[in-house]
């Protein structure tokens, strides 16, 4: 057989690959300009770097009009983002999430779709003292963003998985693993003396100086609950389970859910499984994985760099040929496993060791106070009582966790003070719901999600109803653009933003996170949205087969076609 030669596409670094070259390693002039006092704003190409000490600067949209009215540059601010392998903190941190959020920020958490903690509203001069507040609480935003492996993420119910302790130290391992070796971000924020003459093949021995083409993403999930998408990721990790034992992970590889608009080049994909490897070895097969990426990815077109579109270039096959080789070993063949939901399960639920695990409802992941619900307070209530973990969920919730039966009542008894909610008083819609930020900080949105799902559930809320579908799961994710920071195409039902009040609607996914949905109509508002549903709820209420999933039954029902790769999604 002869060997494909695998070549990374050609064509002209992109802006950003110059940047980063340019950048010594992370440096760019960071440290001088958040010194700068006469802008609240930082050039360009230092915010690109920006990314990769997890931060970027934005601007408030709501008040971009007013502020270009009177000439006033614009409202800038920064989001910081932690990284937090595994979406897990302790109470300790919690407090200080919680008080950083007040003291730095606008007052609000945001819990992510992978796992960890957002701080939006940052003024520049505030930065340094909310990293340090976090690095002091031994977290820190170090590849939170940029052109590295992301927070990885894993399984997030304890009482799902006796194996969660275990697969969560193997995020954490991998998230350390994988961590930018620069001391940059030590430089620019905590004080630290640059020293001089490190050579540069010792500074970034797997990444090198230009880093990833792109982002890069890493999941592990544990079936039967796919709670982390695991299909969506760049590199997934599905554990298997023989005998009450974890004795390694399937590997799939090129998934991801960015899109451009009538950019048919770009399409969410699904990774593809194509092996099996014992624990020990994941490790050393994430960073093969991720230096095929670097050395084949997109450099050109930033569109196109992500690793899907490197596996769909190369082919899978050859992509897995050339992991072997660089691994010196091959993958055993990958273990059968199911999936059967890939959203959260709510309220009490004993785990191992006898502890408790309490899953609370947030709505689009904003941990707020608002004049009727002290969902903030409420929970630093608890972070002080707390001797457990706090998980934070893929799907935006968090979970109160390892909680002895003597402290269930005391926090129970929290719960009701503050009205915190276990989502079961909601309808399961509600429950199963995700909304990327989007406005007001989100730069790319192109229209509301976090701010605009839940008036809309209400609404769709009264169909449900008179179909009698209150306790049926249907996932439902909303984005303010195709960069699908929801996983809308994972979406039993999706809304994507195309303009103000303006979204695309998706069809069709699995309910475990297997299958891509489709689009069903195009660029419709909310008169036209009630509408299809008032046509599709009721249909499915009396057509479907018993325990058939919303997203199985349109396909099967002939309302939209299956996606079958992301190659097709666009037909
Ligand atoms: Fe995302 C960019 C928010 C999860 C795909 N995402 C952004 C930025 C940073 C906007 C930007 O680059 O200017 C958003 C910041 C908004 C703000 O105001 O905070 C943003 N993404 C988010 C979060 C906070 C959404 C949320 O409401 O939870 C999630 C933070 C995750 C984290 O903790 O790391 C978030 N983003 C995702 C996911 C879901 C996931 O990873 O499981 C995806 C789809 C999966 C994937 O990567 O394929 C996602 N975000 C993107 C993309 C499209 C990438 C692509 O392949 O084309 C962008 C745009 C980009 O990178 O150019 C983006
Ligand atoms: Fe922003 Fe688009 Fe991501 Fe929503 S999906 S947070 S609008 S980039």
Not at 105 to 116: E, I, Q, V
Not at 324 to 330: F, Q
Not at 419 to 437: F, N
């Amino acid at each position: 057989m002869v060997k494909t030669i695998l070549t990374a596409p050609e064509g002209p670094p992109s802006d950003v690959e110059e940047i980063k070259i340019k950048s010594d390693y992370l440096r760019g002039t960071l440290k001088e300009v958040m010194l700068d006092r006469l802008s609240a704003g930082i050039p360009d190409d230092d915010n690109r770097l920006m990314k990769h000490h997890g931060s970027y600067l934005q601007d408030d949209r709501d008040l971009r009009n007013e502020r270009q009215k009177q000439k006033l540059e614009p409202a800038y601010q920064f989001m910081l983002r932690v990284r937090l392998p595994g979406g897990v903190a302790t109470s300790e941190q919690w407090l200080v999430m919680d008080e950083l959020a007040d003291k730095y920020a606008n007052g609000t958490l945001k819990l992510t779709t992978r796992m960890t903690f957002q701080l939006h509203g940052i003024l520049k001069w505030n930065m340094k003292s909310t990293i340090q507040g976090i690095n002091a609480a031994l977290m820190d935003t170090i590849a939170a963003c940029g052109d590295v492996n992301r927070n990885v993420m894993c399984a997030a119910n304890p009482y799902q998985s006796e194996h969660h302790a275990e697969v969560y130290e193997w995020s954490k391992q991998l998230s350390d693993y994988l961590l930018p070796r620069t001391r940059a971000y030590y430089e620019v924020w905590l004080d630290e003396e640059k020293v001089a003459g490190t050579p540069d093949a010792e500074v970034e021995p797997m990444y090198g100086p230009t880093y990833l083409p792109r982002k890069f993403k890493i999941g592990i999930a544990v079936p039967p609950t796919n709670d982390i998408d695991v299909f969506s990721q760049d590199l997934g990790f599905i554990a298997i389970i023989e005998d009450n034992k974890l004795v390694g992970f399937n590997v799939a590889i090129g998934g991801g859910m960015g899109m451009s608009h009538g950019d048919k080049a770009t399409y969410p994909q699904l990774a593809k499984v194509i092996g099996f490897v014992t624990p020990d070895k994941i490790q050393d097969l994430a960073e093969k994985v991720i230096t095929i990426q670097r050395d084949y990815g997109n450099r050109s077109v930033r569109k196109n760099a992500r690793f899907k579109y490197t596996v769909d270039r190369l082919g899978l096959e050859n992509v897995k040929e050339e992991l072997e080789n660089r691994l010196g070993w091959s993958l055993e063949e990958a273990k059968p496993f199911t999936f059967d939901h890939n959203g959260d399960r709510y309220g009490w639920e004993k785990g191992v060791g006898g502890k408790w695990n309490l899953t609370l409802f947030i709505q689009g992941g904003r941990v707020a106070d608002y004049d009727d619900y002290k969902l903030k307070t409420g929970l630093r209530e608890i972070a002080k009582i707390h001797t457990g973990a706090f998980h934070l969920t893929g799907n935006q919730n968090v979970i109160i966790a390892n909680v002895s039966s003597q402290k269930k009542k005391k926090i129970n008894e929290l719960v009701e003070k503050y009205g915190l909610t276990d989502g079961k008083h909601y309808s399961a819609i509600r429950r199963s719901s995700i909304a990327c930020v989007a406005l007001p900080t989100c730069g790319l949105a192109m229209a509301e999600a976090e701010r605009y799902l839940p008036t809309l559930l209400d609404k769709i809320e009264e169909i449900i109803d008179e179909s009698g579908l209150q306790d049926k799961e249907i996932n439902i994710r909303m984005t303010g653009c195709p960069n699908g920071c929801a996983r809308p195409a994972l979406g039993e039902i999706a809304f994507i933003g195309k303009a103000v009040g303006k979204y695309n609607m998706y069809l069709g996914a699995a309910h475990d996170g297997s299958r891509l949905s489709k689009m069903y109509r195009e660029n419709i508002g909310e008169e036209e949205i009630l509408s299809e549903l008032r046509d599709l709820l009721p249909r499915y209420a009396k057509e479907r087969l018993d325990g058939e999933h919303f997203g199985d039954y349109v396909v099967r029902a002939g309302i939209i076609k299956a996606t079958t790769d992301g190659t097709n999604f666009h037909d």
